[in-house]
């Protein structure tokens, strides 16, 4: 049964075979949910605080693109009050102890390590929705 709360995701990756990973993965967990996806952290930041796309509830940011890496982002983000209610969740091959920490101090709310199989992805995007959900 999915849960009676729409979700608005949206994915900053500047790969675009991970959005569709996501949206595989997204459509195979019981939720109901609407999805952006921005392939730079500029086009992000531009269409929310412009209001050309809605604000996300959630939005999973990937650590490592060029020009603007995913600590960035969150910098940035963190200077408008209109991301504030935005849950961020670092979404990367790899995170360093010494990145998690600027994340947190940051607000981040969580980090997950790409998973290699669609159905780890399942579980990890259930668990975060889930606890979305709940919060």
């Known amino acids: 049964m999915k849960n009676s709360k729409k979700i608005d995701i949206a994915l900053v990756d500047d790969?675009?075979?991970?959005?569709?990973?996501?949206?595989?993965?997204?459509?195979?967990?019981?939720?109901?949910?609407?999805?952006?996806?921005?392939?730079?952290?500029?086009?992000?930041?531009d269409s929310i605080k412009n209001g050309r796309k809605k604000r996300p509830d959630i939005v999973f940011?990937?650590?490592?693109?060029?020009?603007?890496?995913?600590?960035?982002?969150?910098?940035?983000?963190?200077?408008?009050?209109?991301?504030?209610?935005?849950?961020?969740?670092?979404?990367?091959?790899?995170?360093?102890?010494?990145?998690?920490?600027?994340f947190k101090s940051l607000g981040t709310s969580d980090f997950i390590i790409k998973p290699p199989e669609i159905s780890e992805m399942k579980a990890v995007l259930k668990r975060l929705i889930d606890n979305f959900v709940k919060a």
């Open 61 to 102: 940011i990937d650590m490592h693109m060029p020009l603007t890496n995913g600590l960035e982002l969150v910098q940035e983000m963190r200077k408008y009050s209109n991301f504030d209610q935005i849950k961020s969740v670092i979404y990367s091959n790899s995170v360093s102890e010494v990145v998690i920490k600027a």
């Open 15 to 45: 790969d675009s075979d991970e959005k569709f990973i996501f949206q595989i993965a997204l459509n195979e967990i019981d939720v109901d949910y609407s999805f952006q996806y921005f392939s730079t952290p500029k086009d992000f930041l």
